[in-house]
T-cell receptor
Framework: TQLLEQSPQFLSIQEGENLTVYCNSS?????LQWYRQEPGEGPVLLVT?????EVKKLKRLTFQFGDARKDSSLHITAAQPGDTGLYLC????????????FGTGTRLKVLA | DTGVSQDPRHKITKRGQNVTFRCDPI?????LYWYRQTLGQGPEFLTY????????KSRLLSDRFSAERPKGSFSTLEIQRTEQGDSAMYLC??????????????FGPGTRLTVT
């Protein structure tokens, strides 16, 4: 059973559009990470958020950790074909643990 | 350093055979993780090591699975008596001991196992 549910599962948009991907759980996480994975490769870490309500920006990507540390969102502004990939959230449930639970993933395709 | 490497990249085996995968982490990374990823899903945690010590093991890991990191550097994951349900991508990741409560994991390209 996955503790982290992501939505949507699939998203196909035109270049230049904005989008938001959600990562939700009924459990509290001490930290949450977002990764992007391309076919045939391992996930690549994008960001880590640790404080409830925290917002981090990475160029056109904005990440938010929910106040209760149970959910997170990833917003992409003006999507580009290079943003295409599988976006994964991963949470650590207890501070100090190094075991991460990954979400179900959101597969994004940006069309030129 | 070229990052985390895994060998082989692909493995096709017949049901009932044993297979072993190798992971070489980024040098001086103390923690090493193994995950399994099936098509359309996120990675599932299998186990992790701090140096040579195996600190946590998932209940998903049946008795047919064993992982070692004998000298605290490379690691091996062995699956005995493979079953078709073992077909998946096996990912390895490593992270440095930063003194922080949060790890930054660097993933290898994975080993894709197909059991026929």
């Amino acid at each position: 059973t996955q503790l982290l549910e992501q939505s949507p599962q699939f998203l196909s948009i035109q270049e230049g559009e904005n989008l938001t991907v959600y990562c939700n759980s009924s459990s509290v996480f001490s930290s949450l990470q977002w990764y992007r994975q391309e076919p045939g490769e391992g996930p690549v870490l994008l960001v880590t958020v640790v404080t409830g309500g925290e917002v981090k920006k990475l160029k056109r990507l904005t990440f938010q950790f929910g106040d209760a540390r149970k959910d997170s969102s990833l917003h992409i502004t003006a999507a580009q074909p290079g943003d295409t990939g599988l976006y994964l959230c991963a949470g650590a449930q207890t501070s100090g643990t190094y075991k991460y639970i990954f979400g179900t993933g959101t597969r994004l395709k940006v069309l030129a | 350093d070229t990052g985390v490497s895994q060998d082989p990249r692909h493995k096709i085996t017949k049901r009932g055979q044993n297979v072993t995968f190798r992971c070489d982490p980024i040098s001086e990374h103390n923690r090493l993780y193994w995950y399994r990823q099936t098509l359309g899903q996120g990675p599932e945690f299998l186990t992790y090591f701090q140096n040579e010590a195996q600190l946590e093991k998932s209940r998903l890991l049946s008795d047919r699975f064993s992982a070692e990191r004998p000298k605290g550097s490379f690691s091996t994951l062995e699956i005995q008596r493979t079953e078709q349900g073992d077909s998946a991508m096996y990912l390895c990741a490593s992270s440095p001991t930063s003194g922080r409560a949060v790890d930054e994991q660097y993933f290898g390209p994975g080993t894709r196992l197909t059991v026929t």
